[in-house]
């Protein structure tokens, strides 16, 4: 059973555009700043989406190009 969730763990990391350490970043960056953040172009809509529509418009929605020239996004809080 356990290798039936590896597995799984694995397509399902294979299917994003941005390395597993990366992610593991991005959460890290999130739990300590408590906002919304990714560095993956594809996470962006959603975060841009959800960023400011509970009402809190002391939210703002960043948006700036990395390095590799990809795009990265963050709701401010």
Excluded: V
Aim: glycine share 6%; hydrophobic share 30%.
């Amino acid at each position: 059973m356990k290798y039936f969730y590896l597995s799984i763990f694995i397509l399902l990391s294979g299917c994003t555009s941005q390395s597993l350490k990366d992610e593991f970043a991005d959460a890290a960056i999130e739990a300590l700043t408590g906002n919304d953040y990714s560095r993956n172009p594809s996470s962006c809509l959603a975060i841009k989406q959800r960023c400011g529509s509970n009402g809190n418009h002391q939210e703002w929605y960043q948006e700036w190009y990395q390095e590799n020239g990809m795009l990265a996004c963050a709701c401010n809080k």
